[in-house]
C-alpha cells in the first residue's frame, strides 16, 4: 500500500517529488516508521520503481503472454499498454515515460534502474516481434529492433499528448498508427 502510493505521487509529480514525509503524510502514518522502511529517499524511490514494475508487468505483459507468440501478441501487448495508460492505472499515465525524462540525464542507481526497466520493456516488445517474423506473419526482412521502436514511440506519443493537451483522440490516433504500421510489414495482402 505504501510502494503502491508512492507511485501514484511519482507518476504526477516524479521521484524527486517522492519524500518519506509527503509519503507519511499522504498515508497517515509517523514519518520514522516510514523511514524505517526504506532509511533514504534513493531507497524509497528504487522500492517505487520496482513497485511500479511489477503493476505495469501485472497489467501489460502478462495478459500478453496468455496469446501464443505472434503477431496477436505484438498487438496485445500495444493494446495492453495504451489501455494501461489511458485508464490511468497510475493518476499521471505512464508511471515510466514520467520518471523517464527527470532521470534521463542524471548518473546513479535510480537512473540506472529506469533505463533497465525501459530496455527491457524494448526488448520484449522486439522479441515478440522477431516471434512474428520468425512464424512468418511478418516479413523476412523485419527488423524487429527498429519496429520495436516505432511501436513503443507511438505509444508513449499517445501518452503525453493526451496528458499534456487533454486529447482522447491521442489514444485512437495510436491505435490507427500502430495498426498501419504492422500491416506494412505483414506477408502478403
Known amino acids: 500500500m505504501i510502494l503502491r502510493r508512492a507511485a501514484d505521487i511519482a507518476s504526477q509529480d516524479g521521484l524527486e517529488g517522492l519524500s518519506i514525509g509527503r509519503l507519511a503524510a499522504d498515508l497517515g502514518v509517523s514519518k520514522s516508521g516510514l523511514f524505517g522502511y526504506f532509511g533514504s529517499k534513493e531507497e524509497l524511490q528504487l522500492a ?74 524494448a526488448r520484449f516488445v522486439a522479441r515478440a516481434i522477431d516471434d512474428a517474423r520468425q512464424l512468418g506473419e511478418l516479413a523476412d526482412d523485419t527488423d524487429a529492433d527498429q519496429l520495436a521502436f516505432e511501436l513503443i514511440a507511438f505509444l508513449e506519443a499517445a501518452n503525453v499528448t493526451s496528458l499534456l493537451h487533454d486529447d482522447a483522440n491521442a489514444y485512437e490516433r495510436a491505435r490507427t498508427a500502430i495498426r498501419k504500421h504492422l500491416d506494412t510489414a505483414m506477408i502478403g495482402p
Not at 527527470?102 to 533505463?115: L, Q
Open 48 to 121: 517505487t520503481i520496482r513497485t511500479a514494475m511489477g503493476v505495469y508487468v501485472d497489467e501489460v505483459v502478462q495478459p500478453a503472454l496468455t496469446v501464443p507468440p505472434g503477431l496477436e501478441r505484438v498487438r496485445r501487448l500495444c493494446e495492453n499498454w495504451l489501455g494501461y495508460s489511458q485508464r490511468r492505472v497510475f493518476p499521471g499515465g505512464c508511471f515510466f515515460f514520467a520518471v523517464t525524462a527527470e532521470f534521463d540525464a542524471r548518473p546513479g542507481r535510480v537512473r540506472d534502474a529506469i533505463a533497465e526497466a525501459g530496455l527491457d520493456w
